[in-house]
């Protein structure tokens, strides 16, 4: 086997290791690199700020023509120093930005399995900007990336909503809806500031104005949002609160995510910087930054925790991120995203833990491959729009 097979291999091995959250036995007892080429790989696989830039970086390379230069570099003679961590760099390149190196890329493999996919699976895109707004008038409008729209107090360039405060200081309160289909995302700038991400699934209802000095009220009907709301001290100490169903935020000036979805048995409510106030009518869960209260529905009771906040937050940089979640949650995800439907052959699939990074931009088939390369499934098909995971 040459030694570019081998650092394919042991590549592959050392990503499921780490995605599946299991000690890297066999790159710890492997002899091709010694240890502190090693350590080297490790630091640059584990480090935030080293996987942000690889995120990056994975969106601009032309993944065909780079796998060739890696493939040279591992060609070269293996007595200088400088190829070893050309090598070791590549790895942790080729393994922390794109596993998809490995599975389109890689010489031909005999025992690989055939995948069967429908014709229809082409017409699967990633999802993209586009929403649907419903006036107090109760008119709609269709919202999409390169649209534009723009009425009296809201304008649109199709990727977000701004909504222009009114001068009067006792407007009358009117409310609009933004709902965000599945395969779909957006963003909104209330009036008093508060910028809002909204996720795939999502509903938001939203007043034309506020008041400056009267609570400033929002309200996620269902799906997933983040808010970075504008500080109190610019709006007369008008506090800040988002309504769901089963809960109550309060803020002063924060950021924080909240996701909500109907088909979820917790509303999560995740701190990223500042203070809030979630309550249900029974109790109250006061929040620090990075820690997540998770209100479950069926016993309508509170835990709080700590999380790892950019993990929870990262849907709105445009990746996903999952550490140490269950495939039947990655799935959920997905299917939000790409607007297909999934199904287990075996219910001992959906426990299945990963651990990665993906884009939200990539093929489906790019995803899915990904996933089954690291061996966390043996096999997936595509039909129309349903997703078998086998």
């Known amino acids: 086997m040459s030694l570019f097979s081998k650092v394919i291999d042991l590549s592959k091995q050392l990503a499921t290791a780490l995605l599946r959250e299991e000690k890297p036995s066999a790159f710890e007892n492997s002899e091709i690199f010694d240890q502190k080429d090693k350590d080297y790989i490790l630091s640059k696989l584990t480090n935030k700020a080293e996987i942000k830039a690889r995120i990056k970086l994975s969106k601009q390379i032309d993944k065909k023509k780079d796998f060739k230069k890696i493939k040279g570099k591992l060609n070269l003679p293996g007595e200088n120093l400088y190829w070893r961590y050309a090598v070791a760099a590549s790895v942790a390149l080729c393994i922390g930005s794109a596993m998809y190196f490995f599975t389109e890329y890689m010489p031909e493999n005999p025992n690989v399995n055939t995948i069967p996919v429908n014709m229809n699976a082409k017409t699967i895109e990633p999802g993209s900007s586009k929403a649907i707004l419903l006036l107090e008038d109760g008119s709609v409008v269709a919202l999409e990336k390169g649209k534009y729209y723009e009425n009296n107090n809201i304008k649109s360039n199709g990727e977000e909503i701004v909504v222009i405060p009114k001068n009067n200081a006792y407007p009358e309160i009117a409310y609009n809806y933004l709902t ?7 963003q909104i700038k209330l009036s008093d500031g508060t910028q809002v991400w909204l996720n795939s699934e999502s509903q938001l209802k939203f007043p034309e104005t506020f008041v400056d000095g009267e609570t400033r009220t929002v309200e996620l009907v269902y799906g997933e949002a983040y808010f970075d709301v504008s500080s109190s001290v610019e709006h007369k100490g008008s506090k800040f609160v988002v309504l769901n169903q089963n809960q109550e935020v309060e803020v002063l000036g924060t950021e924080f995510n909240i996701r909500a979805y109907k088909d979820e ?3 999560y409510t995740t701190l990223v910087e500042g203070k809030v106030q979630v309550g249900n009518g029974i109790s109250i869960q006061k929040l620090t930054p990075n820690e ?6 069926k016993n309508n009771s509170f835990t709080v925790s700590l999380v790892d906040v950019n993990s929870e937050v990262s849907w709105k940089q445009g990746v996903f991120s999952f550490k140490g979640k269950p495939l039947k949650e990655i799935m959920r995800v997905i299917s939000r995203w790409y607007d297909v439907d999934v199904v287990f052959e075996d219910s001992k699939l959906e ?6 990074v993906l884009g939200k931009d990539q093929d489906i088939q790019e ?3 990904t996933i089954k390369s690291l061996s966390i499934i043996k096999n997936y098909e595509i039909n129309d729009r349903q997703i078998i995971i086998k």
């Open 180 to 186: 965000i289909p599945r395969g779909g995302q957006f």
């Open 265 to 267: 048995s917790h509303v």
């Open 351 to 356: 426990d299945i833990r990963f651990r990665g």
């Open 367 to 369: 995803l899915l491959s």
């Open 292 to 297: 997540q209260s998770q209100l479950d529905l």
